[in-house]
């Protein structure tokens, strides 16, 4: 048990720096691109709509995460249905439902413009997303871009006068119907204006306004139940276009930093309850002075009876240990990967440094040697010198290759 204490004991501290040290390298990268590093607890989160308490938070209660401004160029393009005009009347723009189909166009290209992406490879206990939103943390400020906006109407197909399977046929077109597409597109857009200068949109450029009746295509004419199904899908206002942004992308991290103590600590209390367990020693029974020389005649020495299974508790102890180590991994793959990542490249710096010191070593003891031969000829000195510096520069540069290959594989 001791053992078992003492490489958990070397483990946790190892985890713990190595949890440390990657936090604090995360933050200083980010800050060192200009980003802008926050650092929170993760004992709570929301789930469902309510703040709950991170069980993770316990293995992992610290996040990092670093905000960086991207220069992106989004094609936005959204559609509301419109409810049917009876007898070709437009709803007029101060009807609440036509207000309310501006507002949702508005309100949906406005949240797609403000959404701030998220760089998740780091969320190894998918948690990040949750955690963040229990501390109410703020979008950053960016300023307002400014907007090109096409918007396109329509109308469904159907009318009265020539009856409705007539009316909708393909190629059958009713110029109320195209009115009425038109009229719908030209009383939204400026609703639509109005909700985006709500948001803060001020600089907005409407570079098209179109409409159409919109038709029944050969294959859709089955019966009339199926058209009337298909009507309500006919009937909308789009607004499409591209827009140039700043967005925010947001990079969480965390490790496993607690983890070690909560071994630790329960290592402790199982040791503890081990020492107890075997200080209790072994009472011979009492044997009568009669019974005792009955066994001397006999020649059989008594022989105290040891506890059986006396070491069980110790193998399901280890065993889950053993379980609890595979779970840690399957959880935290992502982070037990960086550490093999980072013990491979310190093989690999320790190997190259082998390699140096044992090809340059011999050189330059060599040169040392023949140094006041090399004295007398200036240019052939020069000439190996920087051969040599060139020789060590050109490994440096192979191995910072290898290693910023391998921190872009791995972060």
Known sequence: ???????????????????????????????????????????????????????????????????????????????????????????????????????????????????????????????????????????????????????????????????????????????????????????????????????????????????????????????????????????????????TLKQAQITPAMAPIAFPIELLSVLGLLSLFLLLWNRKKTVAPVVEEEEMQQLQVIHTPYIPSKRPHRYDFLLVLLIAIVIAIIALIVHFWKFFLGLLLLFVVYQILNAAYAFVKKSVGPVVYWFMKQRAYWATKPTACKVVVTALALYVILTLVLVVTYLLGMWHICF
């Open 1 to 243: 048990m001791n053992k078992v204490i003492r490489y958990a004991a070397v483990f946790s501290i190892a985890v713990i720096i190595a949890s440390a040290l990657y936090l604090i390298s995360f933050a200083l990268i980010q800050k060192s691109k200009g980003n802008e590093v926050r650092a929170y607890h993760r004992l709570y989160k929301i789930e469902n709509g309510e703040k709950k308490f991170n069980y993770l938070g316990i293995v992992s209660p610290v996040q990092v995460e670093g905000v960086k401004l991207v220069d992106t160029t989004l094609w936005y393009d959204f559609s509301v249905p419109y409810p049917i005009a009876p007898k070709f009347k437009v709803i007029a723009p101060s009807d609440n439902i036509e207000a309310l189909i501006a507002k949702q166009l508005a309100d949906m290209l406005a949240d797609s413009i403000e959404k701030m992406k998220y760089n998740l490879i780091l969320d190894y206990d998918r948690q990040a997303l949750a955690v963040r939103e229990a501390q109410g943390i703020e979008a950053p400020k960016l300023p307002k871009p400014s907007l090109e906006l096409s918007a396109y109407g329509t109308a469904s197909p159907e009318a009265g006068k020539n009856g409705f399977m007539a009316s909708i046929q393909p190629g059958v077109l009713e110029p109320e119907n195209a009115n009425v597409a038109q009229a719908r597109v030209e009383r939204t857009v400026p609703l639509v204006l109005d909700n985006l200068k709500m948001r803060g949109y001020d600089s907005v450029t409407v570079k098209s306004v179109t409409s159409a009746e919109e038709q029944f295509s050969e294959t859709d004419m089955v019966d009339s139940t199926t058209a009337v199904a298909m009507l309500p899908k006919m009937r909308y206002v789009r607004i499409f276009g591209p827009v």
